[in-house]
Nanobody, 124 residues
Framework: QVQLVESGGGLVHTGGSLRLSCAASGRTFSDNAKAWFRQAPGKDREFVAAITWSGSNADYGDSVKGRFTISRDNAKNTVALQMNSLKPEDTAVYYC?????????????????WGQGTQVTVSS
């Protein structure tokens, strides 16, 4: 059974940093693109960042570009999201996702595996 488990969420003040991690089990995803999405209350799920299977290319949502960094460790079957200069508008549940493809897509329909989410709250 495939499982994606996120960790690292929490409460932080504006300007602070958090590092999210997502560990996969049940299957190796070294050939699959991975991504992070987020969803705030009352809003649609939003693309945050994605990384290709090799880690050679990444894409970021406009609202996080320059502040967040996605990375992966294929040997450990993990993907991480380093979040710096956090703002209250970054408050959301963050989900990691694994794609059926090697390349990056922003649409969530291209991701077949999802974690349960981890809460990130940024206080002003």
């Amino acid at each position: 059974q495939v499982q994606l488990v996120e960790s690292g969420g929490g409460l932080v003040h504006t300007g602070g940093s958090l590092r999210l991690s997502c560990a996969a089990s049940g299957r190796t995803f070294s050939d699959n693109a991975k991504a992070w999405f987020r969803q705030a209350p009352g809003k649609d799920r939003e693309f945050v960042a994605a990384i290709t299977w090799s880690g050679s290319n990444a894409d970021y949502g406009d609202s996080v570009k320059g502040r967040f960094t996605i990375s992966r460790d294929n040997a450990k079957n993990t993907v991480a999201l380093q979040m710096n200069s956090l703002k209250p508008e970054d408050t959301a549940v963050y989900y990691c996702a694994v794609s059926s493809y090697q390349l990056i897509f922003r649409a969530p329909e291209n991701y077949g595996y999802w974690g349960q989410g981890t809460q990130v709250t940024v206080s002003s």
